[in-house]
């Protein structure tokens, strides 16, 4: 393995990959640290850019801005009390309170630092793990992969809302979705209406501009919400590394929960940050710090964030299953530009997936090297007025989205999915699974028809196999389980 | 009065509607296609049958639960058709068709004016430049970066 990640490191040591990893870690700070501009929008709206280059340019230049992305969103966060990316929110607690009593620069170097640190933990995890996943996952056959993606579902539906059930119906919605265009395996078209634009399918990447960006946009004006100041300035008193070391403790349990919760399918950096954020304020000496500008509580909050990073990487190198809506982007890239992640994926690109993991590596001290200049200049990138920036990037959006095939009739996708992702956040029907789920259908439809071709139509064969047995019953249990704690929670309160 | 339960009731109707839709269009929409094919793993309609029944099932679910949850666990819902959403989806809208008829850099400078204008910004100088040069330099990195061949319209 130390061989392959030597190679990994000879191969990205060439001016266009290190630029473009170097490009995309400030392109996506500077996304991130844009109070509105979340970081699935930001590599939703640059991944059309990447079509138009090689992989070993594209994929580190994704990277890079993912990374850029979930640290820059802690300096709004900080300075403006507004988190860049949903990632940030926990950060903002005690982040806010540190700028507010004049720790500015302290509370963004902490920031920084422990996204540093979590995303190395992490990486390190993710080299070792990703290998391991793959040669148990060349053990899958078809019922098993049909389990796992519907196990995958039905998590990312059960978390990603407020209501498992419209977390499924949007699932669903998903899949319905996805079946528009030819059959995969006849080439027979299905609910084409005879437009031709229709018979390549919905294309995802301007679909997921539209439900992840435009709403953004049109929330914002609903808000009316021109700019807001920053408070502390870049002075104030540094980190020092004792005090940075000092926070080891809460560093590895919330890089550690991080790294966890983030190759689960469903959960993300979102939920990362808060779960370690809440179990940090338990088992912290100073508890009472929490909230009112504990340096520990920012620690905890961004190495959990960032740990989740390259962790969600995971089952999407391994079994090719996008356990968020950025890694689904990120699949979507990989699958243009012909790498497909799955268990073959090591045999077939051994060397590029080391190359994959140098990257990562290469890109995290590029974000150590350029947070730090992030933190004497963006802090006052929030006052840029929405009325000059949004409909900028409204623009770049419809570019972005015809730029993936040419096509008119994507940009009347992205119409149609801001339109319609606006009505789904009020009415709270999360956007995360449908995206996700119009990604798989396609491999959810093999899967299900191979594993009933293969057992003539029983569909005993799902239950007869250990792995698809042991999935089903998971995601009985999960099913379950989720619908228990909801029916118990207004009881509770 | 509008409440969640409405919504949530309206919801669930409609993706039953849309369901049943999907399921009565698969005789026309797919060669060859029937409801009987659900017992067919083979044919090209099996999955879309699938999919579109666990929709309408979904949806019952969540009409039931609509249905059987009690109203004094309401929250006053945000409203859904408000004035800048009306606004914002009227200006979109109207921005992809102008994109047909005036080409994409024509119909972006107008887009970013209006909507800057709608979000309250009155800084005209700063406005129009914004307009011009946003404009511009996404031409200049599609089409002479990238080679993408924009839109063009009767003007340009």
């Known amino acids: ?493 | 009065m509008e409440t969640a339960r409405l919504r949530d009731g309206a919801l669930a109707l409609i993706g039953i509607g849309v369901g049943i839709g999907a399921l009565l269009l698969v005789p026309s929409q797919i060669p060859g296609g029937s409801l009987a094919d659900i017992s067919e793993p083979s044919s090209s309609s099996f999955f879309p049958i699938v999919v579109a029944s666990a929709l309408v099932l979904c949806c019952g679910v969540l009409l039931t639960e609509t249905i059987l949850r009690p109203d004094n666990m309401e929250e006053a819902p945000p409203p859904l058709l408000t004035h800048g959403y009306i606004q914002a989806s009227v200006l979109l809208t109207a921005y992809v068709f102008l994109i047909a008829w005036l080409g994409m850099m024509v119909a972006s400078g107008l887009m970013i004016a209006s909507l800057s204008y709608a979000f309250g910004y009155r800084n005209w100088p700063y406005m129009i430049a914004t307009a011009v040069l946003i404009p511009l330099g996404i031409w200049f990195v599609f089409r002479k970066l990238l080679y993408v061949v924009f839109p063009s319209g009767v003007l340009f």
């Open chain 1, 1 to 493: 393995m130390l061989d392959n990640l030597i190679q990994g490191f000879m191969m990205m040591a060439n001016v266009g990959t290190l630029a473009a990893a170097a490009v995309g870690v400030i392109a996506g700070i500077i996304t991130g640290a844009i109070p509105g501009l979340t970081a699935t929008m930001a590599i939703a709206v640059l991944v059309p850019f990447t079509f138009f280059v090689s992989p070993i340019i594209g994929i580190p230049f994704l990277l890079g801005v993912f990374k850029g992305a979930i640290y820059g969103g802690s300096i709004p966060a900080i300075t403006l009390n507004t988190p860049g990316t949903a990632a940030a929110a926990a950060t903002t607690i005690d982040g806010h309170a540190l700028a507010q009593k004049g720790q500015t620069r302290r509370a963004l170097e902490m920031a920084l630092y422990a996204c540093v640190f979590g995303d190395l933990f992490a990486t390190i995890i993710l080299i070792f793990a990703a290998q391991m996943l793959a040669q148990f996952a060349l053990k899958f056959s078809s019922p098993d992969f049909t389990m796992l993606l519907l196990f995958s579902l039905t998590m990312i539906a059960a978390v990603g809302g407020k209501s498992m059930v419209k977390g499924l119906i949007a699932a669903v919605t998903g899949g319905l979705i996805g079946v528009i265009g030819l059959d995969p395996m006849s080439g027979a078209s299905r609910f084409t209406f005879g437009v031709s634009d229709m018979m390549g399918g919905i294309s995802l990447i301007p679909l997921l501009i539209g439900m992840f960006a435009l709403p953004e946009v049109i929330m914002q004006l609903e808000r009316k919400q021109k700019t807001i100041s920053p408070v502390g300035g870049s002075a104030g008193p540094r980190l020092s590394a004792k005090e940075f070391f000092s926070h080891w403790r809460t560093l590895c349990r919330s890089s550690s929960i991080g790294a966890f919760i983030g190759a689960l399918p469903g959960m993300g950096a979102e939920i990362a940050c808060w779960i370690a954020y809440g179990i940090s304020s338990k088992r912290s000496k100073k508890p009472q710090e929490y909230g009112n500008g504990s340096i520990e509580g920012v620690a905890a909050a961004e190495s959990a964030a960032n740990a989740s990073c390259p962790a969600c990487l995971v089952p999407m190198l391994a079994f090719a299953i996008p356990g968020d809506t950025v890694t689904a982007i990120l699949l979507g890239a990989f699958m243009a530009h012909n790498i497909n992640p799955g268990p073959l994926l090591f045999q077939q690109h051994g060397e590029l997936i080391y190359s994959l993991f140098a990257v990562l590596i290469v890109s995290n001290l590029m974000l150590l090297l350029f947070g730090r200049v992030a933190i004497r200049w963006l802090r006052n990138i929030g006052v840029v007025p929405n009325g000059l920036l949004l409909p900028s990037v409204i623009a770049l959006c419809f570019a972005g989205s015809f730029a993936v095939n040419s096509s008119y009739f994507d940009m009347v996708l992205t119409l149609i999915g801001g339109i319609l992702g606006v009505l789904m956040r009020k009415l709270n029907v999360p956007v995360a699974p449908l995206i996700i789920s119009l990604l798989l259908a396609p491999s959810l439809e093999q899967n299900i028809r191979q594993s009933l071709a293969f057992s003539d139509g029983s569909f005993s064969i799902f239950i007869s196999r250990p792995i698809s047995a042991v999935l089903l019953v998971l995601t009985v249990v999960s099913i379950a389980g989720f619908a228990w704690s909801r029916m118990r929670a207004p009881r509770i309160a």
